[in-house]
């Protein structure tokens, strides 16, 4: 704990004292992450942990971190307290019929069952609700409830089991589990991307992307409740070229030669297990989509993940002017992918400039960053030499970083697309293509993380003591200003329909404040581009367009959706009519994909030659032209990069 402290008092960009602030946050921190839903501890519990609310910042000062067994001898005790109470509920004394409802809290404070019997009837509760959840997610229309249900309450009480008794099944293992928590929460406290990883966290952080065995190239992790999720998509493999499956989905099911691997009570080494198994080649998986309740089936066929193929999308948008388009993933570095995303983006510019283009349109959306060196490489494609960026440690210490190449590999007109998730090196980019006045940004507000980390050992007497992750260094734009927590504007504002529901660095606990530097940099910043014309059309267009409107409608309808607190009927009735209010609304969103007659989406002439030798990767090839034809962003900026090249051509 002192070598965790020690570390990043001497290495972060802004320290805190230990002190009781920080005593409060992380007690208050811990005990979340310990109980986040409230069904293991009860008041009592709480009442005999509280003590410790404003005393640990004195037992880390004093190296006296004993209290953690005490939260270990507590937090057992409800786990085993929970198992007895779930062991107790069958699905024969669940009563459906009975009249009962789930109400939303709107307390930010703990609130914790009184006593055991109390805490009783919020697992009673919890297993209904999911029961009924779980057989909406996992049966077709028409299926009778009161048949189905035995079934999938038997399924939903052996979930909680298999967590509750996956944390109780050593000791040992969880007491390392909650001094890892405890170290991670307190990292936390002093800014979202601080962190401590265990040695085998670390294994997996570091893990490279380069195999060359047969994969399907997605990663899960397992959470708390015991959800299988979708964690990673590794470039260039089947799932990242299919397109369906994203980070953060919840895998319901996965099959192959007859064979169903169910996600319940099930570790990630099982499922890994079963997918690397040689005689799955093909597999099915029921996929539940992050932020909705759709449900989708997906069949994924293992392959050679070749890693000479581009991870970079280009297109010919072809309409009253001939525009480039190219769309890239991900900041990966030659190790990762490739030749890298810039050696891969500046073939991909030599190629577009034979065509000839006119313009160019460089799509950062959910793009959420990566190597610093390589998007500092991108930028130099697009300016004549010169300064980057500003990197400042917690010495003041200013480095500039240049771009010493002369020349660009690409000078035309540029719009750089974003949206919320739109991170990191994604924001560094663009923040310093706007700078130089070389590009138009067009989107949403980006994520807003401007900050660098380093990995140290948490103890060099100890290799096993596992790491700590330290943000060391911030980020600030050529001008001294900065994106951190407000992240890059845009020039050209296009309303996107999940914006105030996506996840930003500004909704984080502990996020680093915004603020300015005094540049150092003799530059001289050219001047802004008069766009007031342009901007004018823009918002016209937007205005009078039938998208915007349901993006405007599909807003206002999730706002209501999440604000609406009133009690929910806890039957199959009530919580199907609660899934389907919400499915209707997440189905407009296909309304937004439509045929537009502005522009074709055309290959260039190095795609279509390798799609002549490998007529497997057509489908995916029609797929990718077909969302880019349907993106109203797109659309829009296409049409504004008309614009400013008839505006420079007067």
């Not at 880390?60 to 001898?73: P, S």
């Not at 079934?151 to 890892?180: G, H, M, P, R």
């Not at 400042?392 to 690409?410: H, L, M, P, Q």
């Amino acid at each position: 704990m002192s070598s965790v402290n020690n570390i990043i008092q001497k290495n972060h960009y802004a320290p805190k004292a230990v002190n009781d602030s920080l005593s409060s946050y992380v007690f208050n921190s811990f005990i979340e992450n310990l109980d986040e839903d409230e069904m293991y501890f009860i008041a009592s519990d709480f009442d005999q942990l509280k003590k410790y609310k404003y005393r640990l910042d004195d037992a880390i000062l004093e190296e006296k971190c004993d209290f953690i067994t005490h939260f270990f001898t507590i937090y057992k005790n409800s786990l085993l307290r929970t198992k007895a109470i779930l062991t107790n509920i069958t699905s024969d004394s669940l009563n459906f019929e009975k009249k009962d409802s789930l109400y939303y809290s709107t307390s930010s404070d703990f609130d914790f069952a009184e006593n055991e019997k109390q805490l009783a009837k919020y697992w009673n509760r919890k297993i209904k609700k999911e029961t009924i959840y779980r057989f909406l997610d996992m049966t077709d229309t028409g299926v009778s409830f009161n048949d189905k249900m035995p079934y999938f309450a038997n399924q939903v009480i052996a979930n909680e089991l298999c967590i509750i008794n996956d944390k109780i099944q050593k000791d040992s293992e969880l007491l390392a589990t909650l001094e890892d928590l405890f170290l991670n929460t307190f990292c936390l406290y002093f800014d979202p991307h601080t962190n401590y990883f265990n040695p085998s966290d670390k294994s997996y952080f570091d893990e490279s992307l380069h195999d060359d065995y047969k994969s399907i190239g997605v990663y899960f992790s397992k959470t708390d409740e015991g959800l299988i999720l979708v964690d990673e998509i590794q470039l260039g493999s089947t799932a990242w070229k299919d397109g369906i499956i994203d980070v953060g989905d919840q895998v319901l099911k996965v099959s192959s030669n007859g064979t169903n691997l169910n996600m319940s009570c099930i570790s990630t080494e099982t499922l890994y297990k079963f997918i690397y198994d040689p005689s799955n080649t093909n597999l099915e998986f029921r996929i539940k989509k992050k932020n909705s309740n759709t449900i989708n089936t997906v069949s994924l066929e293992k392959e050679n993940i070749r890693i000479q193929d581009n991870a970079v999308d280009s297109f010919i948008l072809e309409g009253k002017r001939k525009i480039g388009y190219i769309k890239l993933p991900g900041f990966y570095t030659s190790d990762d992918f490739g030749m890298g995303c810039a050696n891969d983006i500046a073939k991909e510019l030599l190629r577009l400039n034979k065509v000839p283009i006119e313009g160019l349109i460089l799509d950062l959306r959910d793009n959420g960053g990566g190597s610093l060196q390589e998007a500092t490489d991108l930028v130099g494609l697009f300016i004549d030499r010169g300064p980057v960026a500003i990197l400042n440690t917690n010495e003041n210490d200013k480095k500039i970083v240049k771009d010493y190449n002369r020349g660009a590999v690409f000078n035309k007109p540029l719009i750089v697309l974003v949206n919320e998730s739109s991170a990191s090196a994604s924001e560094y980019v663009t923040a310093s293509l706007q700078d130089h006045k070389r590009a138009l940004v067009v989107g949403s507000n980006t994520f807003g993380k401007a900050s660098g980390q380093n990995i140290f050992i948490a103890n060099n007497n100890n290799p096993k003591s596992g790491y700590v992750k330290v943000t060391i260094e911030r980020l600030y734009r050529i001008t001294g200003s900065s994106w951190q927590k407000d992240g890059v504007t845009p020039d050209f504002k296009i309303p996107n329909p999940l914006e105030r529901f996506g996840f930003k660095e500004r909704y984080y606990d502990n996020v680093l404040k915004n603020d300015s530097i005094t540049r150092n940099i003799y530059f001289k910043i050219p001047p802004k581009k008069e766009i007031s014309g342009i901007l004018e059309k823009s918002n016209n267009r937007l205005d009078s367009s039938e998208d915007i409107k349901l993006v405007k409608e599909i807003n206002e309808d999730l706002i209501h959706y999440f604000d609406n607190r009133t009690p929910l009927a806890l039957n199959i009735k009530g919580i199907e009519s609660r899934k389907k209010d919400f499915d209707i609304i997440w189905k407009k969103l296909d309304k937004l994909k439509h045929d537009q007659t502005i522009y074709a989406v055309n290959n260039t002439d190095t795609t279509n030659e390798i799609l002549a030798k490998n007529k497997d990767v057509e489908a995916i090839n029609k797929k990718k032209k077909d969302n880019v034809l349907k993106d109203y962003e797109i659309l829009e900026s296409y049409q504004i990069i008309n614009d400013l090249i008839t505006n420079e051509n007067k």
